[in-house]
């Protein structure tokens, strides 16, 4: 039985900030729990698609329903506390009498196996008797995560990572094993756990999962005391950065967020099947303007990631391609501990055999990743500079003794990116945070200069520390001008620098730009409001680029 | 009030009025007579030319500020005068000599509660009902989410932390009047067997107290200790200013722990960057305002410090109560 034992568990993560002990935590638990116990665990604590049984916001109605209780005093404690799931369970505190019920534990399985799912089969009114009745029967201790578990939405700064390393300690595993095992769908159930913690590696367990990514660090300067050649430089893609995996005959495409999404991109895989070879390659998925031959804007790439089983007209209007980067199988042949020349050597011979067996639509969807060969380290500045011009955003930078490990390891690929485009911009309005951020306005919205008026151009809430975000949020209380709801407008006085990747037309936005990645990068408390940009001037950063 | 003209107390930019006695309460500006519900900094200002509490207050209040000042003191219940209005102190269980003030004058009664809370505290006297006609009410914690535990819950939970961690030195950071005294008693009500250091901040109102004849658990002062001290396994009483303070660093492999009433938001929480926070109060906390005003019988109320936009919006809707907003005057 382990609600409580689960209960107690997030309790202790969430109170620790240390790594060490986190792992420390994770390893007891799993050690003295059951494997079906563990393997929800491991799906709640990991679980990005959590399932989610109840919006927060009918957890909410249902409360006020139940209880009789105004939904306004909800949504105001809302804005201090940021999280549905925790508003409701501060507030039963006031509904639910003392210990005089006989309290039962509850195991998760029989949680999110049975009870929860029968919720959505249940009519309005049952569905209320069956919340209630879950509500009043839980000890007062353990709501936080019943509730947490109803509304889908459990964050405790616990990583896949983290879970990672406290099992291949609990084992004695190597990591890069569990890492493994843990890719791709982890369905619970007794099996999966026991799969998970099994000291055996059988060969052919892994067969159906992508393996863990190799990440690329942040550029670092001392690289540039070793010899240009060293290193293998490709462009930085802004796309989906996905591994292709044909194993048996069937083709799967997976992301580095570990989706599978076979399903939105039938093309590919009808193309990907002709190919007589087994493997895993890993690439970036990208939608290509082939026209200019440049790829198109991410928002597009969503658009299409997004659309499961699109229609031949969106396939021609928005064109996939896949990039090669690197080779991590071959026809069963695991290639990662081989060095990166090898690997991109065998990728480039096979790649050549397959497009010159096949037919040509293979060729306009399966693409390589050009190398690109600069001298000197003042040709990669110079190469870095002008990215921007085939629709890249910098420099892949790898080195060619490096074999392919799981994560960020230090010294195996660096992304070394383009300065970034700045507009300094008018703070207008304001919006209160949620989760960590609740009570504060930290959703910030910017504006620029058009015939002496401001105009919205940016949203960001990313970029200013801690004081910072305090220091804004007791401004923008007291320079207020109106307020709607949980936006409030600002007397335009504040001005701050912000960077963004890329900027783009759009229909959708008064302005008329649209940017990518916004974020606050300094607050320029040494500008006054007439010295911000101007629209103009960011059009003229979009043709420019 | 609705005609504005016969408000016994306004709010003026210095703090709480009343202008037939010419009096201030807890002005935040040097002002010519104050009375003080309590000692706390926040609710006290240095250059006033007379001031007014109970003793209690006005011997902790000497002791903060280490100087004379001009401060007549009476017990409570006791009833003076000043011209003409009848004054006197009744105790709001906020921390010691912490008093609801009480204004009469021509058969209508105004109660200021000041900091107030209802639950038990050993540290001090218990909150007094007062009955009257208007109250002024703190609304600090005014939103149904703040519940407050016990106290010995909370205690239990920290000695629980501190005797878990035996490896580490639990250091927590908690107001140096009032609720370190407070936790101290209730810690000492717990099975804690480790030291105890204090602040020298916390150990002077310790002192203070054990002078007004309040127990308080002993603990070593920190300052007294010598360089080679092992503090693991002991606890170390902080105000929570010297939070990543330097003097920090001086030791090794800590857990730190903040206690307050904003602690049962985990939001706040996290962003407080504590390991650890509990959540104890020494504020009425949403039960305990409405429980204040009904039993006060009062028909009007005021809320004072704090969230006050959904207590006026709950009120107005049961309509069972009149709710005022003060008027801002000059």
Not at chain 1, 486 to 514: D, L, Y
Not at chain 2, 31 to 52: P, Q, S
Request: net charge positive; glycine share 4%.
């Amino acid at each position: 039985m382990s609600l409580k034992k689960f209960s107690e568990l997030f309790i202790d993560l969430d109170s620790c900030n240390s790594k060490n002990k986190k792992i420390g935590i994770l390893q007891n638990y799993f050690y003295s729990n059951e494997a079906l116990e563990n393997s929800w665990t491991i799906y709640l604590l990991t679980g990005k698609k959590n399932k989610r049984f109840i919006s927060g916001r009918s957890l909410k109605s249902l409360f006020s329903e139940i209880y009789e209780y105004p939904l306004w005093l909800i949504d105001s404690c809302y804005l201090k506390v940021g999280d549905s799931a925790e508003v409701i369970t501060l507030l039963l505190r006031n509904m639910i009498p003392g210990k005089n019920i006989k309290y039962q534990d509850v195991s998760l399985d029989e949680l999110l196996n049975k009870s929860f799912p029968e919720l959505s089969i249940l009519k309005e009114d049952d569905k209320k008797l069956r919340v209630k009745e879950i509500w009043e029967n839980i000890p007062i201790e353990n709501l936080l995560v019943i509730n947490k578990i109803l509304t889908g939405t459990f964050r405790v700064g616990v990583s896949i990572g983290l879970i990672t390393k406290s099992i291949a300690k609990l084992i004695n595993l190597d990591e890069a094993i569990i890492s493994h095992r843990l890719m791709g769908d982890f369905i619970p159930s007794e099996e999966s756990y026991k799969l998970l913690i099994d000291k055996k590696i059988n060969p052919s367990e892994l067969n159906y999962k992508p393996y863990p990514f190799l990440l690329a660090n942040t550029f670092e300067k001392r690289i540039i005391d070793k010899s240009i050649n060293d290193f293998q430089f490709e462009w930085k893609w802004d796309g989906i950065r996905i591994q292709l995996i044909k194993r048996s005959g069937k083709v799967s495409i997976w992301t580095r967020g570990q989706d599978l999404v076979n399903k939105s991109f039938p093309e590919l895989v009808e193309q990907i099947s002709s190919i007589k070879d087994n493997f895993v390659i890993d690439g970036e998925l990208l939608v290509w303007d082939f026209k200019q031959n440049l790829p198109l804007n991410f928002s597009l790439l969503q658009k299409r990631m997004n659309r499961k089983a699109p229609s031949r007209s969106i396939q021609k209007s928005l064109p996939i391609i896949f990039i090669a980067y690197d080779l991590l199988e071959i026809n069963g042949e695991d290639q990662r501990d081989s060095i990166l020349e090898i690997r991109r050597n065998t990728l480039e011979k096979h790649l050549y055999n397959w497009l010159s067996e096949s037919k040509e639509e293979l060729s306009n969807i399966f693409k390589i990743s050009d190398l690109i060969y600069p001298k000197n380290w003042e040709e990669v500045e110079t190469f870095k500079k002008n990215s921007r011009d085939n629709g890249t955003e910098g420099l892949v930078i790898k080195n060619k003794k490096s074999i392919y490990t799981p994560g960020r390891k230090k010294g195996l690929w660096w992304k070394y990116k383009v300065d970034p485009m700045q507009l300094d911009a008018v703070l207008i309005y304001a919006k209160g945070g949620s989760g960590i951020r609740a009570g504060l306005y930290t959703d910030y919205s910017f504006a620029l200069w058009k015939d002496g008026e401001l105009i919205k151009f940016a949203s960001a809430y990313s970029g200013l520390n801690n004081t910072e975000i305090k220091e804004l949020d007791r401004w923008i209380r007291k320079n207020t001008i109106e307020r709607f709801g949980p936006v409030r407008s600002v007397r335009p006085e504040m001005v701050f620098e912000i960077s963004f990747e890329n900027i783009q037309i759009s229909k959708r936005h008064k302005s008329g730009i649209a940017v990518r990645f916004p974020r606050i990068t300094k607050w320029r408390k040494d500008k006054l409001i007439k010295d911000a940009d101007t629209l103009e001037n960011a059009q003229k950063l979009m043709l420019n680029k | 009030m609705t005609e504005g003209i016969t408000d016994l107390i306004k709010y003026t930019s210095s703090g709480l009025y009343c202008e037939v006695a010419d009096v201030w309460i807890d002005p935040n500006k040097p002002v010519k007579r104050a009375i003080i519900t309590h000692a706390h900094m926040d609710h006290f200002t240095l250059g006033c030319n007379e001031y007014i509490s109970t003793y209690e207050t006005a011997v902790i209040i000497k002791e903060r500020i280490g100087k004379e000042i001009n401060i007549k003191t009476y017990d409570y219940e006791k009833e003076f005068k000043i011209n003409g209005i009848k004054i006197s102190f009744h105790p709001s269980g906020h921390i010691l000599g912490s008093s609801q003030i009480k204004f009469s004058f021509a058969e209508e009664i105004w109660l200021i509660t000041g900091d107030y809370k209802r639950q038990k505290d050993e540290t001090c006297k218990e909150y007094e009902i007062v009955k009257t006609d208007y109250l002024i009410s703190e609304s600090t914690f005014g939103l149904p989410i703040f519940k407050w535990d016990e106290p010995q819950k909370t205690a239990t939970d920290i000695t629980k932390w501190v005797n878990s961690s035996q490896e580490k030195t639990s250091i927590l950071f908690c107001y140096s009047l009032g609720k370190a005294q407070r936790l101290l008693n209730e810690i000492s009500k717990t099975n804690f067997i480790n030291n105890i250091y204090t602040h020298s901040s916390i150990y002077r109102m310790n002192n203070c107290y054990k002078k007004l004849g309040i127990d308080i658990l002993e603990t070593k002062k920190l300052e007294q200790t010598k360089n080679n001290t092992d503090f693991k396994g002991s606890l170390i009483l902080l105000p929570p200013a010297l939070n990543k303070s330097s003097s920090l660093k001086n030791f090794k492999d800590i857990q730190t722990g903040f206690a307050s009433g904003w602690m049962s938001i985990r939001a706040l929480r996290k962003r407080s960057g504590y390991d650890k926070g509990f959540s104890i109060s020494d504020h009425a906390d949403w039960i305990a305002i409405l429980r204040t005003i009904k039993e006060s019988k009062a028909k009007n109320v005021f809320f004072h410090h704090g969230d006050s936009e959904s207590l006026n919006k709950y009120l107005k809707e049961k309509n069972s109560i009149n709710v005022l907003e003060f008027e801002y005057k000059k």
